[in-house]
């Protein structure tokens, strides 16, 4: 059972435009939602993360919009740049022991210069 | 300072043959997951310890699949009999100890690409 599904699967945009990313999930027990960054070769590394209690959260060209009613969550990318180029993924994780992340499938960008 | 570091980068094997992979976390973190990620998807989770022992090993696919970590610090997966389903990259993360109200950052490594032939 997919628990967070991603969309779209890839995603091309020109260098300085803006790059989104959609997520929905189904398990209201989640309560972490962060979004992690992976280049070829390499482990993913943690982007930005929201917490429900917050609508919108912004680090930089970086943007995470939650809505909580709805259970989707996405990340805008503004002023896109062929460094972003990479897979994006979405997750999520809920109140337990473990703490275990749950994927999206991915988002693979490229960004064109 | 040092990330998580796995070994091998990368291990071809034969089907029916075992192989362990390996994963060296971040100094003092005693939260450590092993994740398998396949071709274009993201990655699942396979089993999560908190110090020596194996606190959530839900994820695990099946008794072919197991994992220690005899020290709190160095885990190692172990698979058995592998079948070519198991190709895919075992990620390792580890974190300061997770609490149930809050989220520590998962720290990845780079992954170990498993080719089972």
């Known amino acids: 059972q997919q628990q967070v599904k991603q969309s779209p699967q890839s995603l091309i945009v020109q260098k300085g435009g803006i790059s989104i990313i959609n997520c929905a999930y189904e398990n209201t027990a989640f309560d972490y939602f962060p979004w992690y960054q992976q280049f070829p070769g390499k482990g993913p590394a943690l982007l930005i993360a929201?917490?429900?209690?917050?609508s919108e959260k912004k680090e930089g060209r970086f943007t995470i919009s939650f809505n909580k009613s709805a259970k989707q969550f996405s990340l805008h990318i503004m002023d896109s740049q062929p460094g972003d180029s990479a897979t994006y993924f979405c997750a999520a994780t809920g109140r337990g022991s473990a703490r275990q992340l749950t994927f999206g499938s991915g988002t693979q960008l490229t960004v064109l210069p | 300072g040092a990330g998580v570091s796995q070994t091998p980068s990368n291990k071809v094997t034969e089907k029916g043959k075992y192989v362990e992979l390996r994963c060296d976390p971040i100094?003092?973190?005693?939260?450590l997951y092993w994740y398998r990620q396949s071709l274009g998807q993201g990655p699942e989770f396979l089993i999560y310890f908190q110090g020596t022992g194996a606190a959530d090993d839900s994820g695990l696919p099946n008794d072919r699949f197991f994992a220690v970590r005899p020290e709190g610090s160095v885990s190692t997966l172990k698979i058995q009999r592998t079948e070519r389903g198991d190709s895919a990259v075992y990620l390792c993360?580890?974190?300061?100890?997770?609490?149930?109200?809050?989220?520590?950052?998962?720290?990845f490594g780079p992954g170990t690409r498993l080719t089972v032939l």
């Open positions: 993360a580890s974190s300061l100890n997770p609490g149930t109200l809050h989220y520590n950052e998962q720290f």
């Open positions: 929201i917490r429900p209690d917050v």
């Open positions: 100094s003092g973190h005693t939260a």
